[in-house]
């Protein structure tokens, strides 16, 4: 067994994800695991279809073994995102990372990745922090000066940005697994624009929201559950469904529970309290919110974190269970032939008998499950997350 790990949100999968699979799969990975965002993501939002019918989407789609990046990680900045993905690939016993990026040029991300964790970088960040600058800004500012603009030029990308972060994980963890760059294929990360050929990125394809303009940018998988779920009111998902919800929550907060689950920072819990009692709409908080020293990602994480009460230290460990999404037959010899290192839910019951860590973030999964259905124009009832079985192929 080659087994092989890729870190995803698949919001929604498309044919560059797609691509992906094939590429590693052709690469000799016998095996591949997919640890994917569950119903919410790293931009600070809901995603675009329950976790469930897009995880069953990549394994009929050529992945073997879909399993969930946890909330807290998942809806998190690029190091906790990292860290989420790469500790449970881990634990899994993965031989090759496998990750999407604008360049394949290991030795330059490596290079890049040694330096963030410099502490002559370290020094300068916090300086250009605290002079108002954002930390991504602050970082690829102070590598230049050290280490060149080779390597920050690496930071300028989304995609680079998180392998790089992939690889400080892997030495954090000491982990031994080889890396496989694979080089995007046609559009960015952040492209808008839908190009003539058939693979268009996935923000461009969420702005759509018709599935009918999307249909040529996504696998058949992808399409016939996308399908079924629009007809029953199950897509798309979008956070101003719930706008008002939102921000009534936010508005009965004092600024000290909003400490409870978002740092100040730039005084970024004290501009949210006090522009989330004016604003007429989530997309205007966010606008109020930011400025030049707080990027709209990090608002939009700080608006979902507190509607989530998710503490705002959940994710600087790492994940402690593999919950299960959707698998196949070779996605079971994984769970057999490894030396999984972590405990597996596949049903609520394995759920029960997580130590107290493990539960509680278990059942704050339980709780963000209950409230996406907040975002659909159908609203399920709750504890899907208890009652919801794994997609078997």
């Known amino acids: ?108 991300l490596e290079k890049t990745a040694t330096a963030v964790d410099s502490p002559l970088i370290s020094q300068s960040v916090r300086t250009l922090v605290s002079a108002g600058n954002t930390y991504p800004a602050a970082l690829q500012k102070s590598i230049e000066a050290v280490f060149g603009k080779a390597a920050s030029d690496i930071l300028s990308s989304p995609n680079n940005t998180l392998a790089v972060e992939y690889i400080r994980q892997r030495e954090k963890l000491s982990a031994q697994f080889e890396l496989l760059a694979v080089r995007r294929n046609s559009a960015g990360h952040n492209d808008e624009y839908l190009p003539e050929n058939s693979i268009a990125s996935a923000s461009a394809l969420r702005r759509l929201k018709q599935l009918e303009k999307m249909k040529n940018y996504i696998p058949q998988a992808m399409l016939t559950e996308l399908t079924q779920a629009e007809k029953s009111g199950l897509f798309p998902c979008l956070i101003e469904n719930a706008d008002r919800v939102i921000l009534a929550f936010l508005r009965r907060m004092t600024l000290e529970e909003m400490k409870k689950y978002i740092s100040d920072e730039n005084g970024l819990a004290e501009r949210l309290y006090s522009f989330s009692r004016t604003a007429q709409s989530t997309a205007d908080v966010i606008k109020q919110v930011k400025v030049k020293s707080i990027t709209e990602a990090a608002v939009r994480r700080a608006v979902l974190s507190c509607f989530l009460k998710i503490p705002k230290d959940a994710a600087k460990g790492f994940v402690p269970y593999i919950k299960i999404l959707a698998s196949n037959a070779r996605g079971f010899e994984i769970l057999k032939e490894r030396n999984v290192l972590l405990p597996v839910i596949t049903k609520k019951a394995h759920a029960d008998k997580l130590e107290k860590g493990a539960k509680a973030i278990y059942d704050l999964e339980c709780e963000c499950t209950d409230v996406f259905s907040l975002f659909s124009k159908k609203m399920p009832g709750c504890s899907r997350e208890q009652t919801s079985p794994i997609f078997v192929l």
């Open 1 to 108: 067994m080659r087994l092989a790990g890729i870190i995803s949100e698949y919001n929604p999968f498309h044919n560059g994800h797609l691509y992906h699979i094939e590429q590693t799969r052709n690469s000799g990975a016998t095996h591949i695991v997919c640890a994917m965002s569950g119903n919410f993501v790293q931009r600070g939002d809901c995603a675009c279809a329950d976790k469930y019918i897009r995880a069953k989407a990549a394994v009929l789609s050529g992945a073997d073994l879909v399993v969930e990046i946890p909330t807290p990680w998942a809806c998190s900045g690029a190091e906790n995102f990292a860290r989420g993905g790469v500790s449970i690939l881990a634990s899994l016993g993965i031989d090759v990372l496998s990750f999407g990026c604008e360049t394949d040029e290991l030795s330059l």
